[in-house]
């Protein structure tokens, strides 16, 4: 489906999206390094790191717009300037797609509607399922940013394309927004789409993403399954005597250790604490399965010096291994900061 | 390929842009085909002639009347050639534009054949004015209409310079990055810069003779084979094919390394 000269393939091998030893550079400083993954079709992977990290850089190279200094990437094993009809294989939404503002929404989506080979039904269609066919007949200068991003997602739609790459597509979206765009995505996943969507905030595609991609200064610093980001699973008991109770625990053959006024036990069958105490005659004031803080996890990855943020010199050569006074500071600094907006 | 075109058409009709230049273009080519339809069709002595007041035969005076809103029409036809690379980048549609067509080649080849297109249009729009408006005053002032064939070769060439000179803007449009500054420049050395080097360069001999005919303003009116200046130091104009030539080789230059680097440069 991504060619026409390639025997027919099947769904899994024509939408993956390659990147190999990616490197962009601008002038000395390396936005990207030599950044390599895959993303599997039929699943929705993320794309993150912080701001400046490179995310953007690397979709634009995907896309064909941003020329790598050396590398490559490939959608379905193709170049995407070899792609005949890219909008019916990949739709795409970056962060500064923007729009004439004298142009109406409907008449952007026109204009890609023309390139793409499809006609306006398919573009009333697309608004509808954005869900903005009233609006998208005003000039876009007046739209705000979810309706932006509605927009964009509906001109990336456009080509009913295999793949879809988004860049910060919950950006500016309130939380009905994001819930809708997370279902609208997890449906088309379950259709065995490719799906890549870049976020500067990995609690925010938390629950959408199956994957994950982590850079930090342009470099890949984790590619994995979401779930596996977790660690170990763990859960958190409060009881009277949690001595007496890792005691009964080692019995069981799970091993535990006292934290606090809690106690933190490497499993995450509540059932089988429970039933532990129950047969150690303590009472259990507070049980629940303790997941290691993402956000914790995102800045334990991404630390070290952002070279973007001052001192940026040496940083730019990729992680360092900074982890000093600054790098902690500027971390909880901004921890604190977007805890206060969950 | 058709593709694209069609999307470089409806971008340029999507916005409230063209109506607006389509109503300045048909008031200018009308107001000034009766402006010059009266000065032109004036009696003449021979010593008018020498002091350097424009003269020609019935058929430049025609062509005079009904292209005499083309220097304000190549005007407005050069700003929509700036506009229509510049407005992409300012508001930097040409992301989308260049994810639809990866070809950046193919991109740029729709807009040159949009444009073309457009300068035509539009040009058309400028001649309704100006043939409508032009026809009667030349008839009012006791002078044939359309005195010989020749007429609607220039008519034909008025189109194709209101093309050309889009073409021109799109190479400035894209050489120059910030569109602002690209509309100015561009306007200020047409209309301004221009015709000033043509004076200057004038007044010495090989200048005179060499470079100010093949200036852009020259061989645009050199195309439309208009009334000229008679005197001693008037400039003589190219044939209108050779200023076809010349004018379609600045386009060609302009719009070629335009293009050349859009197609290497990164988007970001
Ligand atoms: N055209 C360019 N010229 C010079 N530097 C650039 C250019 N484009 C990007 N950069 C730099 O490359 C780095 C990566 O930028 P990029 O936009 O890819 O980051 P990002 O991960 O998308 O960040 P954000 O989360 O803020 O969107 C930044 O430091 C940026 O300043
Ligand atoms: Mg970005």
Redo the contacts with the bound molecule.
Sequence with gaps: MTTTTAPPTRPTDGARIEVRNLT?R??T?T??DNLSFTVEPGRITGFL????????????MLLGL?NPSSGAATIGGQDYHDITQPMSVVGSAL?ATNFHPGRTGRDHLRVLADTAGVGAPRVDEMLELVGIPAAARKRAGGYSMGMRQRLGLAAAMLGDPQVLIL??PANGLDPEGIRWLRGFLRHLSTQGKTILI?S?MLQEVEQTVDDVVI?SN?RLVKQGAMADLHGAPRALVRTTDHDALAGALRVADVTSTVEGDAIMVDTNDLRLIGDVALRAGLPIYELHRAMTDLEDVFFELTEGTN??LGEGVTGVTGVTGVTGQGAATERDAIAGQEGGNE | MTNAIKAEFRKFFTTRMWWGLAIAMFVAGAGLAVLFGFLFTQPQSAADAARGIPTGTPEQIANSVYTGGLQVGYLLTLVIGIMQIGSEYRHKTITSTFLGTPKRARVMGAKVVALLGIGAIYGLISLAGSIIAGAIVLSARGFEAFPTAGVFRTLALGLLVLGLWALIGLGAGILIPNQVAALLISVGVAWIIEPIAGVLLGLWDWGHDHIVPYLPTQASAAMVNGVTQGGDNAIQPLSWWAGALVLAAYAAVLAGFGSWRTVRS?I?
Excluded: C, M, Q, Y
């Design positions: 962009k601008f002038g400083f936005a990207v790191g912080p701001n400046g990290a490179g995310k953007t850089t690397t979709l634009r941003v962060e860049d910060e870049s500067h850079i342009g070279r973007n | 990164d970001s």
